[in-house]
């Protein structure tokens, strides 16, 4: 019933202003004027570089039949709400057969859907609705790893001699029998998991229900690349490929470094991004990608600014890579969510500043994928404004960051609501099992309880996954049955349904964000400069083509800010968050947006 409210797309400019109507009239005079001028866009940018790209946690969007699981077919029956938001590109979570150790990051078929989501014929179906609708499914593909109940794994752990016995990555114990060396798992214990029948232990980078691939065997790679291609052959859009970072291991596997009490290093600082990986992503991207319209994007933990030209771009692996820079700008250690380290704006602008000057410089010709949230991460409003942050303004402002970046913008299910946080009293509430080892770890690093729990009030990934709230109806209206993780609390005023009838919400933002993309080309195709970096509040950049320059300006504090009101001078005020304040001055958590036509 609510979609018959949604927000069109297209709205009118006047509706589209909201607080700033006044400026509304100016905006259409000079569209038009400017309309000749917008012939000359670039126009050599790929489908996916002028889409939106959504990302749907599956277990989490829409159930259709009552298990309180979300399936394939709830995702077919709101695609409209995806569709209104601009989406050309829907990432899905991993939704093959699997025993949910990691909630799908754990695969056991590779070839088949899981029961709990639907079958493979509503997978089709889900392509060809998508389709339909100009959007294109992005499927995860988790290489690094398959489940300990994939049937290469089972048939690895038979025997030291069996076809696939050096498919994983196994090794003797020391000779004392314990693991082979001291490396730590990223979701907390020992990275090796011993078995007794082959009398040796495997690594695994995450779980021990997640063994890692060997992909120094060339059959590995083949028959990975034979997934891939499958998937491409079902008409996908592209592919997101997880943790993919990890899967080259040195070939040195001694101890390490202790960098904890435990007397462990963090596998992540042994094995990402070592040496030798750009051969493998090589063979697969020619293997796959070549004479396809797909894109890909790696999940690149360990890849920073300056290693782009080898991973993005014209001589790069994929054609982005979300780096995590950022997004670790508040954890002195990925392994303790019990220290937080104190950062500045001008350090969380510079992190960006410098992947979008790599990949935009024209030697690499690479593009960004702008994003602020993921099922991993703390919701954007909690993990990158002020403590009290106003969740509308909040949501607003980072929305205006979100989509107006150069880069294909990657919105997470929940986000363009404006989500929060859930702060669950107990651990034991909580779903997540790397959410749990990190509590474990805590309190074995001697921490107390509450120390711990405020760790996973901050950074648990639950709150990532929490069901999308369709409506103010018993369980947000995204199942009939008892939800597999509790909504939301707020779910009563934050759902789509109230917030498409809110001109003033988080949604109708979006919506207006969107509409601002399709009708100023320069959010897509221009130039990105940031200005003001040493400012610690506002946020600011310009975007550029041939035809127009804009100048976002976001207050990402909760106080007032000033700003030299001579660098919007000329230019008109297009968009913002607010009641259209003076220049040279944004209200707490603003958003405004100027531009000046050529
Ligand atoms: C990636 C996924 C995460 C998963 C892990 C193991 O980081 O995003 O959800 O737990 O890989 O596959």
């Not at 114990?173 to 798992?185: I, L, Y």
């Not at 651990?427 to 805590?442: C, L, W």
Request: proline content about 4%; some cysteine; aromatic content about 12%.
């Amino acid at each position: 019933m609510f979609k018959k409210i949604l927000i069109p797309v297209i709205l009118s400019a006047a509706m589209l202003l909201g607080g700033c109507s006044d400026i509304s009239v100016n905006v259409n005079i000079n569209r038009d004027g400017g309309r000749k001028k917008l012939m000359a866009v670039k126009d050599d940018l790929k489908w996916w570089q002028e889409t939106i790209a959504y990302e749907i946690y599956v277990k989490s969007f829409k159930d259709s039949d009552g298990d309180g699981c979300g399936d394939i077919n709830g995702i077919i029956s709101e695609l409209d709400h995806l569709k209104n938001l601009g989406v050309g590109a829907i990432w899905l979570t991993p939704c093959y057969v699997s025993p949910q150790a990691d909630n799908g990051y754990d695969i056991a078929d590779y070839y088949d859907i899981d029961p709990a989501y639907g079958t493979m014929e509503d997978m089709d179906r889900l392509i060809e609705e998508a389709d339909k609708r100009g959007i294109r499914i992005v499927m995860d593909l988790v290489f690094n790893h398959t489940s300990d109940q994939n049937e290469w794994f089972k048939e690895s752990a038979l025997s030291k001699d069996n076809e696939k016995s050096d498919w994983y990555i196994w090794a003797d114990p020391k000779e004392d029998g314990s693991a082979p060396n001291n490396w730590r798992s990223i979701f907390g214990g020992s990275a090796w998991e011993y078995n007794e029948e082959r009398g040796q232990y495997y690594l695994h980078t995450f779980l021990p229900e997640q063994p890692d691939l060997n992909w120094e065997n060339p059959k590995v790679r083949e028959a990975l690349i034979d997934v891939a291609n499958f998937w491409v052959k079902k008409g996908v859009g592209g592919f997101r490929m997880d943790a993919i970072t990890y899967i080259k291991k040195p070939a040195d596997l001694s101890d390490g470094k202790p960098d904890a009490a435990d007397g462990m290093v963090g596998i992540h600082s042994m094995t990402a991004n070592t040496e030798g990986i750009l051969d493998y992503l090589d063979e697969f991207k020619s293997a796959v990608q070549d004479d396809t319209d797909i894109f890909t994007v790696g999940e690149a933990n360990g890849v920073s600014a300056k290693d782009l030209p080898n991973w993005v771009g014209k001589n790069g692996v994929f054609d982005m890579v979300f780096e995590f820079g950022f997004v670790n700008i508040d954890l002195p250690d990925e392994s303790n969510w019990c220290e937080t380290r104190e950062w500045t704006l001008p350090e969380f602008k510079a992190v960006f500043s410098a992947s979008e000057k790599m990949t935009s410089d024209p030697k690499i010709n690479g593009w960004y994928p702008m994003f602020l949230e993921n099922h991993d991460q703390p919701r954007s409003i909690n993990h990158f404004l002020p403590e009290g942050a106003d969740r509308v303004a909040g949501g607003k402002a980072l929305a205006t960051l979100l989509l107006t970046m150069r880069g294909t913008p990657f919105i997470m299910e929940g986000e363009e609501l404006g989500f929060v946080n859930v702060a669950w009293p107990d651990i034991d509430d909580y779903n997540d099992i790397s959410t749990k080892n990190h509590y474990k770890f805590a309190i074995g690093e001697g921490y107390s309880e509450e120390e711990a729990m405020a760790g996973v009030h901050r950074f648990a990934r639950d709150s990532a996954r929490t069901p999308m709230q369709w409506d103010g109806s018993e369980n947000a209206g995204f199942t009939s049955g008892k939800p597999w993780l509790p909504v939301s609390d707020d779910y009563e005023t934050v759902n789509v349904k109230a917030e498409s009838s809110d001109p003033d919400s988080v949604l109708s933002w979006y919506h207006e964000l969107v509409n601002l993309r399709s009708s100023h080309r320069e959010f897509i195709d221009g130039d990105y400069e940031e200005i003001l970096h040493e400012d610690e509040q506002i946020f600011a950049y310009l975007r550029e083509n041939a035809d127009a320059k804009a100048v976002v300006l976001i207050n990402m504090s909760t106080e007032k800010a000033a700003y030299d009101p001579s660098i919007t001078e000329n230019a008109k005020q297009i968009l913002c968050t607010g009641e259209g304040s003076d220049a040279g001055e944004l209200a707490p958590l603003e958003a405004v947006i100027y531009e000046e036509l050529k």
